[in-house]
């Protein structure tokens, strides 16, 4: 991929394997945090897909997907959308299935439910095997659409960058090894995606909280605090506004006090519900300029509404320096709710 001098619309993201997913959906399946809302959408989706069974055929190592038609066999082009829609409606017919049977306590339905489970991982295996994109039968459709799509990516020096195991070009080793991790459980994810975000919901929050706190009761200091250039607000904020800085940062910028800015969020990844998660890595917490500017982006993006709450994980060097504090981070914040 040849150098990104300044932000532009690119297409770049990692594949989603069987490998990877079948880690994943195993994952997700021990433990179905909302069972009700899931087993309503796989339904729901069910329903838009349209009928029929796939079938798949394996001779001297080469897949061919097949379904009935009128009483005859009829092979399947594995570029049209329909062998897509059987495929998505045979694994999530076995997904919706295997749901149904995981609050049962009998042995019985323990067993097929595994057996379920080992069924739908092996066609999702023959489905590569067979030359099928994985992502575009195991992603919901509006998932999808937003994973394959294009987004516009924050300018990227590739001489001062590094590239994860799937050759997306990330800018330090710490975001190498995280996406590595995300890669590893099939997360479809964009890397610094932009976002365009309304702020007034951060200025007038921060306006009211300087107000409370007695910094803009006049005086040469509030001045300092707070003033208008042009069209735009200064903010120099305290750092005793603890709810907007990071550790021992105070940060200073210029907002729109009506219009909006571009942030570039570090991993941006779908739910199966449609909501998005937001992952913003902090690497370079022992620069006082960085962690002005983290301050900001994390501020600009909780206090917009941009993202829930519940939604957002932010990190620091010591919550991702071995594998197993990564794998566990995506393990507790994304696996649950990616695939139903």
């Known amino acids: 991929m040849r150098r990104i001098k300044r932000d532009q619309f690119i297409m770049m993201i990692t594949p989603i394997t069987s490998k990877a997913f079948c880690k994943s959906i195993e994952k997700a399946l021990a433990a179905p945090p909302d069972l009700n809302?899931?087993?309503?959408?796989?339904?729901?989706?069910?329903?838009?897909?349209?009928?029929?069974?796939?079938?798949?055929?394996?001779q001297n190592g080469k897949v061919s997907f097949i379904t009935i038609a009128d009483g005859k066999?009829?092979?399947?082009?594995?570029?049209?959308?329909?062998?897509?829609?059987?495929?998505?409606?045979?694994?999530?017919?076995?997904?919706?299935?295997?749901?149904?049977?995981?609050?049962?306590?009998?042995?019985?339905?323990c067993v097929r439910r595994t057996n379920l489970i080992s069924n739908m991982q092996r066609f999702i295996c023959i489905c590569e095997k067979g030359n099928l994109d994985i992502a575009k039968v195991v992603l919901t459709g509006t998932q999808y659409k937003w994973y394959s799509g294009g987004f516009v990516q924050k300018a990227i020096n590739e001489a001062k960058s590094t590239k994860t195991a799937n050759g997306l070009i990330v800018r330090s080793k710490s975001e190498r090894d995280?996406?590595?991790?995300?890669?590893?459980?099939?997360?479809?994810?964009?890397?610094?995606?932009?976002?365009?975000?309304?702020?007034?919901?951060?200025?007038?929050?921060?306006?009211?909280?300087?107000?409370?706190?007695?910094?803009?009761?006049?005086?040469?200091?509030?001045?300092?605090?707070?003033?208008f250039r042009g069209n735009y607000i200064h903010w120099n904020v305290p750092a005793e506004l603890e709810w907007m800085n990071a550790p021992g940062s105070v940060w200073k910028t210029y907002y729109p006090p009506r219009g909006t800015i571009k942030i570039h969020v570090d991993i941006r990844t779908m739910f199966a519900d449609g909501s998005f998660f937001l992952h913003e890595h902090e690497g370079m917490m022992d620069s006082f300029a960085y962690r002005c500017n983290a301050s900001e982006r994390?501020?600009?993006?909780?206090?917009?509404?941009?993202?829930?709450?519940?939604?957002?994980?932010?990190?620091?060097?010591?919550?991702?320096?071995?594998?197993?504090?990564?794998?566990?981070?995506?393990?507790?914040?994304?696996?649950?709710?990616?695939?139903?």
């Open 37 to 58: 809302s899931s087993l309503a959408r796989v339904q729901s989706s069910l329903n838009r897909l349209p009928n029929g069974q796939l079938f798949t055929y394996t």
């Open 178 to 227: 995280i996406i590595n991790a995300y890669d590893d459980y099939a997360v479809p994810l964009h890397y610094e995606e932009q976002q365009v975000i309304y702020v007034k919901p951060l200025v007038d929050k921060l306006n009211e909280s300087l107000i409370t706190n007695g910094f803009l009761s006049g005086g040469a200091y509030a001045r300092q605090l707070y003033d």
């Open 298 to 340: 994390s501020s600009v993006l909780k206090y917009t509404g941009t993202v829930q709450p519940e939604n957002f994980l932010e990190t620091y060097e010591h919550d991702v320096d071995t594998p197993e504090k990564r794998i566990a981070l995506i393990e507790d914040y994304v696996i649950p709710r990616l695939w139903f």
């Open 73 to 109: 066999r009829k092979y399947l082009s594995k570029s049209t959308s329909l062998v897509y829609s059987l495929a998505r409606r045979r694994y999530q017919s076995t997904l919706l299935e295997i749901l149904k049977l995981s609050d049962s306590p009998r042995k019985k339905d």
